[in-house]
């Protein structure tokens, strides 16, 4: 990758930001700076973006809303994209009433929010999940049971180069947190979605529930990047069950903690820097093999530069 990011091409028209910090822009509020850092308006600008980076050997990040991240405490070099002003929402009548586009940078819940308002229900069991659509998308986000790919129908993406991409839905590409999309050069643009139609005031009751049901465990008391393990339902529990079961609940180095009310809620309690938290979740998983035999694997995704261990 260069290191300076001057004169071999022609720069970009979006604005480039130096040694931006991320740490606002992630749901654990951790993380160090970006070399470069643009938020393009559109999806041209965002393409044009990943086209410069091509031309100038620069590697970049796709950031979205920023859960199910850990940003390192050095930060991400290259170029880091926010798709956060992607956010257009629209209905596809020329297919179907019932089907929607949605752009990846718009969050979850707008996402949901604005489908109740339409009446069409099936996205609304991730109401008040963080992050954005994208990253919901690239992760096969599920809850209570359903997961994104039950009302996806069609993705549009770009590679490395900045080429533009339709991929049409196939069963056999998705699984548990698994999806076609976690490959790095897997830009996702928009998601189509085949939703049902439903009452308002019903979809709009179930997002209360779900809300409040988060909101009832805790999730909103403080940042957090959401579930820090992923489940393996083979062990016939979930894993927060098995740090339970541990007596891991509030265990801390600094203030990265687990949650004294749920043992797979990381949390960061005021000040904690991404090197305890991945202290925190690497000694969590030597302990679960070590008393258990069980080898238990992070959801969320460790980002940027690391030092040695």
């Known amino acids: 990758m260069k290191n300076d990011y001057d004169g071999l091409v022609k720069d970009p028209s979006v604005i480039l930001q130096t040694r931006h910090s991320l740490k606002e822009h992630t749901s654990l509020k951790i993380g160090g700076p970006a070399d470069l850092f643009a938020q ?16 100038s050997g ?19 070099r290259g170029l880091v994209i926010s798709t956060e002003k992607l ?19 718009a969050t979850v819940d707008e996402a949901c ?4 308002e339409l009446g069409l229900g099936g996205l609304d069991f991730l109401a008040g999940m963080p992050g954005s659509m994208g990253g919901a ?16 129908t069609q993705v549009c993406w770009s590679d490395a180069r900045g080429v533009i991409h339709n991929y049409h839905y196939k069963q056999q590409d998705w699984g548990y947190k698994q999806s076609p999309f976690q490959r790095a050069d897997c830009v996702i643009l ?17 997002i209360q529930q779900w809300k409040e049901d988060r909101r009832r465990k805790g999730h909103y008391s ?39 009310f749920h043992g797979n809620l990381f949390i960061n ?22 008393k258990l035999g069980i080898v238990i694997e992070p959801e969320v995704l460790f980002v940027g530069e690391w030092l040695p261990d």
């Open 58 to 76: 620069t590697d970049f990040f796709i950031l979205g809303g920023g859960a199910n991240i850990l940003v390192s405490d050095l930060g991400i």
């Open 190 to 206: 928009s998601a189509q979605l085949q939703l049902s139609p439903d009452e308002p005031a019903a979809i709009y009751s179930r």
């Open 87 to 105: 956010n257009r929402m629209h209905r596809i009548t020329q297919l179907s009433s019932n089907q929607v586009e949605i752009e990846a940078g």
């Open 40 to 55: 393009p308006a559109n999806r041209d600008e965002l393409l044009e973006l990943i086209r410069w980076c091509d031309q």
């Open 222 to 260: 403080f940042p957090s990047a959401g579930s820090m393990f992923k489940n393996d339902y083979s062990l016939g529990k979930p894993t927060g069950q098995i740090i339970d079961e541990l007596g891991l609940r509030g265990y801390s180095k600094g203030d990265a903690q687990i949650a004294d």
């Open 269 to 290: 309690k005021g000040q904690a820097s991404a090197s305890q938290m991945r202290a925190l979740v690497l000694e969590v998983q030597s302990i679960v093999q070590e």
């Open 137 to 152: 998308v690239r992760m096969n986000a599920r809850c209570y049971g359903s997961e994104i790919s039950d009302v996806l």
């Open 113 to 116: 929010q604005w489908c109740a």
